[in-house]
């Protein structure tokens, strides 16, 4: 009588097969993780560069969240409610003109704040550089905070120091024309809490010797790829001013 022989797996032969099972999908875990990271990041760069547009877009639209109500006390810090029913964005001779962005020292969050300036009728001929000269401030309790998404951070060029920085977006009240000024080389100073000294460079000076910040994203350990960075320089009137600049031209 003849024996049908049973095939099978053997001891040896089961634990391989559960050893390269799990390593595949070690390595596939692993790769998702990293695709998921890698995503992350970009989403971060992404949402920063759509964070500043949007301060652009609040400043050509003169968004005004205060009510009609209220006035400038230039000569101090205060503004102060009034009942003088003046159109929003303007009393007196107070206007809404535009936000102040800074860094914090660890380069992790952005703080931006709503900026006024004084304008007297009779010196609106002045160019922009003169009108606004020491005569612009922080409009009180209007900061916002925006925190650097997935705990990236903003850094100098291939370092990992964070970077400092300043960025004032104003509307002209003598043409409406958009400007920027950017602190690289100290155009703007904060001095009493709601004080700033505007420095700026002289309209002849050539736009590609013009100043620019670029803010180096490093993703603190998320991936190990190449940093990408946001351009900003002193010519951007608008949005779209606000760069990308992809992992294989950052130079980060």
């Known amino acids: 009588m003849n024996h049908l022989k049973k095939a099978g797996f053997t001891i ?7 050893a390269i099972t799990g390593l595949l999908i070690v390595v596939i875990l692993v790769g998702a993780g990293g695709s998921i990271n890698v995503q992350r990041y970009r989403d971060s760069v992404n949402s920063l560069q759509s964070f500043i547009q949007q301060q652009y877009s609040e400043v050509s639209e003169v968004r005004n969240t205060r009510d009609n109500k209220w ?3 230039m000569s101090g810090d205060a503004v102060v409610d009034n009942t003088s029913g003046m159109s929003r964005g303007r009393s007196d001779n107070c206007v809404l003109i535009g936000r ?7 380069g992790t969050k952005l703080y931006v704040a ?6 007297d009728s009779s010196r609106v001929t002045q160019k922009d550089a ?13 900061e916002e905070t925006y925190e650097v998404e997935w705990g990236s951070s903003l850094v100098k060029a291939k370092l990992n120091d964070p970077i400092k920085f300043s960025i004032l977006v104003i509307r002209s009240p003598i043409n409406g024309v958009i ?41 603190n350990g ?26 294989a031209n950052s130079q980060c």
């Open 71 to 73: 006035t400038c006390d």
């Open 114 to 119: 709503r900026v006024v300036a004084s304008i």
């Open 222 to 247: 998320l991936f190990g790829g190449t940093r990408m960075a946001i351009l900003i320089d002193e010519k951007t009137s608008n949005a779209s001013g606000v760069e990308i600049l992809g992992d």
């Open 179 to 219: 400007r920027t000024y950017l602190n690289n080389s100290d155009l703007i100073e904060l001095e009493a809490p709601n004080s700033i000294t505007l420095k700026v460079l002289d309209d002849s000076i050539p736009a590609d010797q013009k100043t620019s910040i670029k803010m180096c994203v490093n993703s």
């Open 130 to 142: 003169e009108l606004l000269k020491d005569n612009i401030k922080i409009l009180p309790d209007s």
């Open 100 to 106: 102040l962005i800074t860094v914090n020292d660890e």
């Open 12 to 18: 040896i032969e089961t634990m391989l097969f559960l």
